[in-house]
């Protein structure tokens, strides 16, 4: 080999390195990521993906937010279709029981999911198992049960201190609510949303010392516990009216925390996840307009269930997956969550997290909530919005309609029929 030809090879593999740089660049991971809208929440997750995105150069995270109607469907679609989606989805947990069975899901990494099977609490990653493995990775501890939201400016007002049991939560309701006919000017206390039916009833039932499911996993609604609790429901309704039905009937503008916030309403069982939307569209203070407080149990003891919530799960089609689960597991290090938390008002997932003093200090608030949450029991594995919306829909006909001659009659029927649709038997 002569020493011209020598030379060009050295010059070439010298140059080689180079002329590839710009063609590896190109070869980026890009991971599409689908949330549904809310302004706060948004903010956080952008905050994290840029940091994330900053930290590295192999990996880029992309963001799309979509109006949460559209994004369940755009979620179910292409997730069922394995095509035309995201890479990373931030998935209720009540729909991953429809999905995972399916294999529209990708398996958790080892890694993370060793991380849930010692520091999760079991409500928040319950929907994201299947046979024994997990296919979504928890972001909080979705409570609805336990919380009041209260108008401090209306209780000043009316020379009224906070309730401490129900009987008295039901008294004040009952001595400030406000009605014009069909329509009322101030509920007292509010619990009627698509959620918070059905969780009232359930806390009220489990804290009464009955249960709503049998050893066999199957639903029972037609304990005397279940039957007194709906009765008592339906009379804040129909008999003494502290509240309505119509954010069931005519859409969630109507919901409590919104007539709170707008002078319409004293009391409000609901998740402390509304403070930041309150905060955002109306500027309420807490502390000075508003405040969080435990709410009464309705039986003798601390009792309520949980559906799994918000987590970040992959589709099985994507062709990255471990570079999803990579952002996955930098988006709920403790560092990235608990900000995350802070921002959405929401609840630690992770047993870890109770007393991170990060997130206390912004959130002293929730400390009652933090203090039961280990009490917490796993909803079931079913489909929860199948659940609420029957268990809506038969609280509306037993307050506006005589179709049942006695609520045991409606809760037989509505425990057949469930028992029907999630169960097959």
Not at 310 to 338: H, K, Y
């Amino acid at each position: 080999m002569n020493r011209r030809f020598l030379a060009l090879l050295l010059v070439l593999a010298l140059l080689l390195p180079a002329l590839a740089a710009p063609a590896l660049a190109q070869e980026k991971i890009v991971l599409k990521y689908w949330a549904h809208q809310n302004e706060g929440w948004n903010k956080s997750h952008n905050d994290i993906v840029a940091r994330f995105n900053a930290s590295q150069d192999r990996i880029e995270v992309k963001t799309e937010f979509f109006p949460y109607d559209d994004f369940q469907a755009k979620t179910q679609t292409s997730l069922i279709a394995k095509e035309g989606g995201a890479d990373i989805y931030e998935i209720w947990g009540g729909w991953a029981a429809d999905f995972a069975p399916t294999g529209a899901l990708a398996e958790v990494s080892p890694e993370l999911a060793k991380q849930i099977e010692e520091d999760y609490m079991a409500p928040t990653y319950g929907t994201f198992t299947w046979e024994g493995k997990y296919y979504g990775v928890p972001l909080e501890f979705n409570i609805e049960s336990g919380g009041l939201l209260v108008s401090k400016t209306l209780f000043e007002q009316y020379g009224e201190a906070y309730p401490t049991t129900w009987d008295d939560m039901i008294r004040i309701a009952q001595a400030h609510s406000e009605s014009d006919g069909a329509l009322m000017n101030m509920k007292g206390f509010d619990f009627v949303t698509w959620d918070n039916v059905m969780y009232t009833w359930i806390s009220m039932i489990l804290s009464s010392g009955g249960s709503y499911l049998r050893e066999d996993g199957t639903l029972n609604l037609t304990s005397p516990e279940a039957v007194k609790a709906m009765e008592d429901l339906v009379s804040y309704v129909k008999t003494t009216p502290i509240t309505n039905v119509d954010p069931l009937v005519g859409g969630g503008d109507n919901e409590g925390h919104y007539n709170l916030a707008e002078g319409r309403g004293l009391m409000v069982a609901r998740g402390p996840w509304v403070l930041s939307e309150l905060s955002e569209i109306y500027g309420l203070q807490l502390g000075t307009d508003i405040d969080y407080i435990p709410m009464p149990w309705y039986g003798d003891k601390v009792a309520f269930a949980a559906e799994t919530g918000w987590g970040l799960a992959v589709s099985s089609a994507s062709p990255n997956q471990e570079a999803a689960w990579e952002f996955i597991a930098f988006m709920t290090q403790e560092e990235n969550i608990i900000p995350h938390l802070i921002a959405c008002g929401m609840l630690p997932a992770r047993k870890s997290l109770l007393d991170n003093e990060a997130y206390l200090a912004a959130m002293p608030h929730v400390k009652p909530l933090i203090d039961i949450l280990p009490e917490g029991q796993y909803l079931g594995y079913f489909n929860t919005d199948v659940f609420k919306e029957n268990i809506n829909n038969t609280f509306i006909e037993l307050t506006t309609t005589d179709t049942y001659a006695t609520v045991a009659d409606a809760l037989a029927a509505l425990e057949k029929k469930l028992n029907a649709d999630l169960f097959g038997k």
